[in-house]
């Protein structure tokens, strides 16, 4: 059985940092291309960063130079570094792999961002 744990979230000020992490099990992890995406209130979920498992990168414009991706494979841990924080990025931030053709998502952390 697939699960992602994310950590980290909290309320936090604009301007600050915040390291999410979410921690897998029952898949390969270091096969798998990992991703982070947020979902404001009202608003639909949306891509934030994704690492491959040869180590690249990509990210959603908005967050570009703020934002890093990073993952731990003998942990099972990916991670996504948050600097520069504004209130636009206030949402819930998910953690997301796709196995066996399905897309599995973690239950989320929150993330609001106050000015």
């Known amino acids: 059985q697939v699960q992602l744990v994310e950590s980290g979230g909290g309320s936090v000020q604009a301007g600050e940092s915040l390291r999410l992490s979410c921690r897998t099990s029952?898949?390969?992890?270091?096969?798998?291309?990992m991703g982070w995406y947020r979902q404001a209130p009202g608003k639909q979920r949306d891509f934030v960063a994704a690492i491959s498992s040869d180590g690249s990168t990509n990210y959603t414009d908005s967050v570009k130079d703020r934002f890093t991706i990073s993952r731990n494979n003998a942990w099972n841990t990916v991670y996504l570094q948050m600097n520069s924080l504004s209130v636009e990025d206030t949402a819930v931030y998910y953690c997301?792999?796709?196995?066996?053709?399905?897309?599995?998502w973690g239950r989320g952390t929150q993330v609001p961002v106050s000015s």
């Open positions: 029952g898949i390969n992890f270091k096969i798998h291309r």
């Open positions: 997301q792999t796709t196995h066996k053709s399905r897309n599995d």
